[in-house]
């Protein structure tokens, strides 16, 4: 019997096939909402039809629009691939990811469809039979690269209209009279001689950079061997343009290496994609992009699709792919990768080297080279994930939006122009921290984030309980409450002072100072948000209803499901996907987390510098130079006295009078 928590478009279990293909779940009006695939499409599709309540927030808001599923079973899971991708392109569903593209990269063109081919610089990537090199992230950097690749491979660069000027007057352009240009417009190289520079410049740009400087290192010789020193000159000339072209692309791998490396770093509504493409041991270009998410996907899944999206309609894709997790279908994504070198092989333009055929191998690099390639991509979309969802919170127009949709949502009388969000931090139930974050107008204000500790709390809900009514202290009228750890920044009023002048009174300024930063500490909050579901809420309701404050909206925050929960409320409030209103209480969120984290990691750092200071013989110096060490505390816990003892200043006696503290807690 069908269960009434549920769908009701839902098919008989027996109705759905066991075998590989894609689905498609459709609107009243017949829209593609989402396109997947399976391996089997019984056990796929059930975990879309099970009650409600347990499906994922963005899952189950998918579920209920669509009205309808549908099916097609195919041969193998790599026809089931190639399926999902053909539809997705077609169809364009709004539950699936969905990209915001690098259009606006330069490119290094060479047109060798043409029957002159053309060395250019262009964002257009539907040149005809052109090959592509790059992306490059500054235009500035390409045409340096290409003025000193000229010098060596003086193909044609200028425009149609300048070309054919030339054959009319028969004067070639400046280029050619300063020998950066063939000039196959007045025949000084025939059209064949000039494609086969072309395609030397080609081949050199594709990484066999190393080949030709040898070649024409040996034509050097072979010239100055035989007192043709113009010649020699010239050879000399064209190997310092092709070493200074190869040095600005940096060297990180073997000469005889080509592969592209992903970094993504991604939350629960967006994720930065970073790929270094590495040819001939160099890195040719970097390409950047945003990915939305809307269902709540693996990394695995998400590596397929970016790797879909990476590989439409480019160059070849290299023999090796590192990634950072593989992919379930890794196999059937590795052909249809393979299919990807040899369509593109075949299409583009005859060129030298070896044809793009053979296996693709996608990996997770281990250790080495590769993987300190791979970490340095995940640290760029990291840094570009961040850079991405600061600049959404602070353009004014966005903020004002945010703002207005968060009053909507959580039906407050006016916009919430000041938040305050509260975390708590522990390390296993001990050394239990809080923090205060407070975001005016859309934006964080430092140096009004206050710190707290908590000296003993039962659980998460009743940390919460105790910050919230430590908080609310100081909104009642005789501003009691007690003294908390000061904030991240300085306040901005307290500077430009001189505690040096005889005239001020330095217990006066002191005393001043904390009445300044207690009166902004009793500014109320419109809305006051902490970071949990349900039972945190619930527990800063109960704070809120003994410390007698009103006018106050309060609002949880869950993790992953990213839900916001109001209190005395069995459902959550959910902002839209991708929305300013929840890019802005996502910032919040991550920054009380944040500061919570970074005070709690001060507070253990103190801590054992106090333990170690007991020491006699252990100074602020050596300590530091034991932390600096170790790395960490619990690498310092764990070294034995020999260990400790290979540290610069420490002997043997501390060593074991440093690791006996220790051991003893």
Not at 176 to 184: H, N, Y
Not at 338 to 347: G, L, N
Not at 399 to 405: M, W
Not at 461 to 467: A, D, F, G, P, R
Request: charged share 30%.
């Amino acid at each position: 019997m069908q269960s009434t928590d549920t769908v009701g478009y839902r098919p008989k279990a027996g109705e759905i096939p066991t075998q590989p293909g894609v689905y498609r779940f459709r609107d009243k009006n017949r829209r593609v909402l989402y396109v997947g695939k399976a391996k089997n499409l019984r056990a796929r599709l059930s975990n879309y039809f099970q009650p409600l309540r347990s499906l994922h927030e963005r899952t189950r808001r998918m579920v209920t629009t669509a009205a309808s599923v549908e099916w097609t079973v195919v041969a193998s899971e790599f026809e089931a691939l190639q399926l999902e991708y053909t539809w997705i392109k077609e169809f364009n569903p709004p539950f699936n990811v969905q990209f915001r593209d690098d259009k606006s990269y330069p490119y290094l063109a060479v047109t060798l469809g043409e029957r002159i081919p053309r060395v250019m610089v262009t964002r257009n990537r539907n040149l005809k039979d052109a090959r592509y090199f790059g992306p490059y992230t500054k235009v500035w950097a390409i045409r340096d690269t290409v003025d000193l690749m000229l010098k060596a491979f003086p193909v044609r660069s200028c425009s149609d209209g300048v070309y054919r000027r030339a054959e009319l007057t028969g004067r070639p352009c400046l280029l050619g009279d300063i020998g950066k240009c063939a000039a196959p417009c007045v025949g000084r190289i025939s059209p064949e001689d000039h494609r086969e520079l072309a395609e030397d410049f080609v081949s050199f740009m594709a990484g066999n950079d190393t080949k030709y400087i040898r070649d024409l290192t040996e034509k050097m010789k072979q010239a100055a061997s035989t007192l043709d020193y113009e010649a020699a000159a010239r050879h000399r000339d064209a190997i310092g343009a092709l070493e200074a072209a190869m040095g600005k692309s940096a060297v990180v791998l073997q000469d005889n290496v080509d592969l592209d490396a992903f970094g993504i770093a991604q939350d629960e509504l967006a994720a930065a994609v970073q790929q270094f493409i590495v040819r001939g041991g160099r890195i040719r270009g970097v390409r950047s992009w945003v990915v939305d998410k809307e269902l709540d996907i693996s990394l695995g899944e998400l590596v397929e699709t970016v790797l879909q999206n990476a590989y439409e309609g480019a160059d070849a894709p290299p023999r090796e792919i590192i990634v950072p997790e593989l992919p379930e279908d890794a196999t059937e994504l590795e052909q249809w990768l393979m299919a990807r070198r040899v369509e593109a092989d075949e299409a583009g333009p005859v060129r030298r080297g070896p044809k793009s055929t053979g296996r693709v191998e996608l990996r997770v690099a281990q250790r080495g080279d590769k993987a300190a390639l791979a970490q340095t991509a995940e640290m760029n979309a990291k840094n570009a994930l961040i850079l991405y969802k600061t600049r959404r919170s602070s353009d004014f127009v966005a903020r004002s939006k945010a703002l207005n949709d968060i009053q909507d949502a959580l039906g407050m009388a006016d916009a919430p122009l000041r938040m305050e969000c509260f975390d708590v931090s522990h390390l296993s139930g001990t050394n239990i921290v809080a923090s205060m974050v407070v975001f005016e107008d859309g934006l964080p204000r430092k140096d009004q984030y206050r710190r707290f500790s908590i000296p003993e709390s039962t659980d998460d809900t009743e940390s919460i309980y105790q910050v919230i009514s430590r908080r609310l202290a100081y909104l009642k009228d005789d501003g009691a409450g007690e003294q908390d750890e000061a904030v991240e920044a300085p306040d901005p009023d307290d500077q430009g002072r001189d505690g040096d002048d005889p005239e001020i009174d330095v217990d006066a300024e002191i005393a001043e100072a904390a009445e300044r930063r207690r009166r902004k500490f009793s500014y109320p909050p419109n809305l006051l948000i902490v970071d949990g579901g349900q039972p945190q809420v619930a527990a800063a309701q109960r704070a809120l209803d003994e410390s007698g404050v009103t006018g106050i909206q309060l609002a949880g925050i869950a993790k992953r499901l990213e839900e916001l929960w109001l209190p005395d409320s069995d459902f959550p409030v959910i902002l839209p996907r991708n929305s300013d209103a929840l890019f802005l209480v996502q910032r919040i969120r991550d920054e009380a987390h944040r500061f919570a984290i970074t005070y709690q990691r001060a507070r253990r750092k103190r801590d054992i510098s106090s333990v170690l200071g007991e020491i006699p013989g252990l100074g602020p110096a050596r300590v530091k130079e034991l932390l600096k060490h170790f790395g960490s505390v619990a690498q310092l816990r764990q070294a034995t006295p020999e260990q400790i003892a290979e540290v610069r200043g420490v002997g043997p006696a501390i060593a074991a009078a440093v690791h006996e503290r220790l051991a003893a807690g």
